[in-house]
C-alpha cells in the first residue's frame, strides 16, 4: 500500500465546471495535507495546505480534510483551461515530520 | 520578494561522473529541502538541512550527499552518477518546520 494514493487520471472536465481531485493517506498519524500544482516541464507550486478536520477556502480552490477517513480533496470551481495541470497532494507525518511524503499525482484536463 | 532559485536549469552528465547542484532559498527561510522527482511520479525526498546540518535522510545511497551554508543556501552532490539518477531535482525552502515547503524550479538532470 502505497503512503500516499492519488487517481493518476486524467481527469476531464469542461470549462466552467467543479473538479474534484482526490487523496487517501495510510499514516494516521499525519498531521498536515498540501496541494500542489505542477503544469508540465516546470516543478510544483504550492496552492493549499489544510491540517484541521473540515474544508478550506480560497478563492476558487476548497480543500477539505477528513482525518478519520484519511482523506483529503481538492476542489476547483469555475475550472479553467489554465487549471490544467498534475496536482500532487503531499502529507507530513508526525514521525518524521521534515520530509513531504507526495502521491504521483492526478493529471486535470479543463476543455474549453 | 526573491523566490527559491536553482542552478543550473539543466544539465548532462556521463555515467561515473560527479554533480553538484545549488539551491538559494526564499528570503526569510532557513529550511532547505531536496526532492528527485523522475519522469510521472511524485517527488522524492532525498534530504533536509537545516543550522548547517542533515536533519533527516531519505532513502538514498551515500552517493547523495549535501552541504548548508551561513547564508542557508545549499548544494547537493551526487557521486558516481548512474543512469537512474537521471530525474528532476527539486530545492524547497522553508522557515523551520513544520511549516510550508515552497519549490525553486529545479535542475534537469541527465545521465547518459
Known amino acids: 500500500q502505497k503512503e500516499v494514493e492519488q487517481n493518476s487520471g486524467p481527469l476531464s472536465v469542461p470549462e466552467g465546471a467543479i473538479a474534484s481531485l482526490n487523496c487517501t493517506y495510510s499514516?494516521?498519524?499525519?498531521?498536515?495535507f498540501f496541494w500542489y500544482r505542477q503544469y508540465s516541464g516546470k516543478s510544483p507550486e504550492l496552492i493549499m495546505s489544510?491540517?484541521?478536520?473540515g474544508d478550506k477556502e480560497d478563492g476558487r480552490f476548497t480543500a477539505q480534510l477528513n482525518k478519520a477517513s484519511q482523506y483529503v480533496s481538492l476542489l476547483i470551481r469555475d475550472s479553467q483551461p489554465s487549471d490544467s495541470a498534475t496536482y500532487l497532494c503531499?502529507?507530513?507525518?508526525?514521525?518524521?515530520?521534515?520530509?513531504?511524503?507526495f502521491g504521483t499525482g492526478t493529471r486535470l484536463l479543463v476543455s474549453p | 520578494d526573491a523566490g527559491v532559485t536553482q542552478s543550473p536549469t539543466h544539465l548532462i552528465k556521463t555515467r561515473g561522473q560527479q554533480v553538484t547542484l545549488r539551491c538559494s532559498p526564499k528570503?526569510?527561510?532557513?529550511?532547505v529541502s531536496w526532492y528527485q522527482q523522475a519522469l510521472g511520479q511524485g517527488p522524492q525526498f532525498i534530504f533536509q538541512?537545516?543550522?548547517?546540518?542533515?536533519?533527516q535522510r531519505g532513502n538514498f545511497p551515500d552517493r547523495f550527499s549535501g552541504h548548508q551554508f551561513p547564508n542557508y543556501s545549499s548544494e547537493l552532490n551526487v557521486n558516481a552518477l548512474l543512469l537512474g539518477d537521471s530525474a528532476l531535482y527539486l530545492c524547497?525552502?522553508?522557515?523551520?518546520?513544520?511549516?510550508?515547503?515552497?519549490f525553486g524550479p529545479g535542475t534537469r538532470l541527465t545521465v547518459t
Open positions: 524547497a525552502s522553508s522557515l523551520d518546520s513544520p511549516y510550508e515547503q515552497y
Open positions: 499514516d494516521r498519524g499525519s498531521q498536515s
Open positions: 489544510i491540517y484541521s478536520n
Open positions: 503531499a502529507v507530513r507525518r508526525e514521525t518524521d515530520f521534515q520530509k513531504l511524503v
Open positions: 528570503s526569510g527561510h532557513d529550511t
Open positions: 538541512y537545516y543550522e548547517e546540518e542533515e536533519r
